[in-house]
């Protein structure tokens, strides 16, 4: 497979913890390419060959060799063209694949580090990192503001898909699995879901910090209340390079002028009012619900977030 000459980047973190827009503000270094979810179970061939079954798949030691060679490829740019083509459906489709063809051409052309951008990868991080050299990117969104994301889009998510991971109950989340049960049988509840994932990924980020020391914890609110300082002290801690284009890229993507909040048809939009959006949950949650979230996370919440950040 070979070794790889750069250093990976990833960037993962809760789903809807702004994961998106670091990753992209990361890869406005034109050092850098930017690749989505490859364990999304929806991810296309093209990017990586083999399949995900599960949100949140979990890759360690005892089942790698279904992964390795294929992460590898990813990393060395090598697109599957042909599986990528056998699996188009729709005119969206070959979309995605000529904007996939070009970030893994140019990226192979310009020998750029690969930034995988997965939330779903965020209990495999000591994979990432063990196996292939990848540095480690944590994103923390206060729970109110990514249970009030959750809420607007209506996402449910079924916990099955963690139970039926013998390999990260047996690392991970064996002590959750109660809780996860529970939750199975009240799919509605879409705030206790939601609390609930915040919990196990947040609590074990924390536990994974004795494991990689050197993984970087970043607050989603404070890269928005000064984005350009808290950049700029991310790149020099990734050994990127600073410049003036990517300072005005970053001005524009979190400018005043921009919307306030995203909605269900800017889902993944990067460009947002940053400053007010920190707080926007106090305005779409209800007391009673902000009260919830708060006694729901209460046992984890306070490694990240002060009582003022509550206010």
């Known amino acids: 497979m070979g070794d790889l000459d750069r250093k990976p980047i990833l960037v993962s973190g809760a789903h809807r913890s702004g994961t998106t827009w670091v990753g992209k503000m990361l890869a406005a270094d034109p050092q850098v390419a930017y690749v989505s979810e490859p364990l999304n179970i929806f991810h296309r061939p093209g990017v990586l060959r083999t399949p995900t079954q599960f949100w949140y798949t979990y890759i360690c030691e005892d089942n790698q060799v279904k992964f390795t060679e294929a992460f590898y490829e990813l990393l060395q740019f090598n697109y599957h063209t042909n599986l990528e083509i056998r699996s188009l459906k729709s005119i969206k489709d070959f979309g995605r694949l000529c904007r996939d063809w070009w970030t893994f051409w140019n990226g192979r052309r310009k020998n750029q580090i690969p930034l995988i951008k997965d939330p779903f990868a965020v209990f495999s991080s000591e994979w990432f990192r063990n196996s292939l050299g990848c540095r480690i990117v944590i994103v923390v969104r206060h729970p109110a503001a990514v249970t009030s994301s959750i809420l607007k889009l209506g996402w449910n998510f079924d916990f099955q898909d963690l139970l039926d991971q013998p390999l990260l109950m047996r690392d991970w989340l064996g002590s959750f699995q109660a809780e996860m049960e529970k939750e199975i049988d009240s799919q509605e509840d879409l705030?206790?879901?939601?609390?609930?994932?915040?919990?196990?990924?947040?609590?074990?980020?924390?536990?994974?910090?004795?494991?990689?020391?050197?993984?970087?914890?970043?607050?989603?609110?404070?890269?928005?209340?000064?984005p350009l300082a808290k950049f700029k002290q991310l790149y020099q801690e990734l050994d990127l390079e600073f410049t003036d284009?990517?300072?005005?890229?970053?001005?524009?993507?979190?400018?005043?002028?921009?919307?306030?909040?995203?909605?269900?048809?800017?889902?993944?939009?990067?460009?947002?009012?940053?400053?007010?959006?920190?707080?926007?949950?106090?305005?779409?949650?209800?007391?009673?619900?902000?009260?919830?979230?708060r006694t729901l996370t209460s046992d984890t919440s306070p490694i990240y977030y002060t009582e003022a950040d509550w206010m």
């Open 191 to 226: 705030i206790a879901q939601s609390c609930l994932l915040w919990r196990m990924i947040y609590t074990n980020v924390d536990e994974m910090m004795k494991k990689i020391p050197e993984m970087i914890i970043i607050r989603h609110e404070d890269f928005s209340l000064d």
């Open 245 to 293: 284009d990517i300072q005005n890229i970053i001005n524009v993507s979190t400018s005043d002028k921009n919307p306030k909040t995203t909605s269900r048809s800017t889902v993944h939009s990067v460009r947002i009012n940053s400053q007010a959006q920190v707080k926007s949950w106090q305005q779409q949650l209800s007391k009673y619900e902000i009260e919830r979230i």
